[in-house]
């Protein structure tokens, strides 16, 4: 059996129920909702790589 291509790869039907359910558009999306909202909190090491800063801040 080979791999799906990844151009014709669906998301999973947990992803797809995600994504429907809060108006997102991807994951990433749907994760930074969940962030805003207190639902999923990054390590402190990963934020200073995961937020972005204005130029000159």
């Known amino acids: 059996m080979r791999a799906p291509d990844a151009a014709r790869a669906r998301p999973g039907p947990q992803v797809e129920h995600l994504l429907r359910k809060t108006g997102a558009a991807s994951l990433a999306e749907v994760t930074a909702l969940a962030v805003r909202d207190g639902l ?3 390590a402190p ?3 200073e790589r995961l937020v972005e800063r204005a130029p000159g801040g």
């Open 40 to 42: 999923l909190r990054p």
């Open 45 to 47: 090491a990963d934020v």
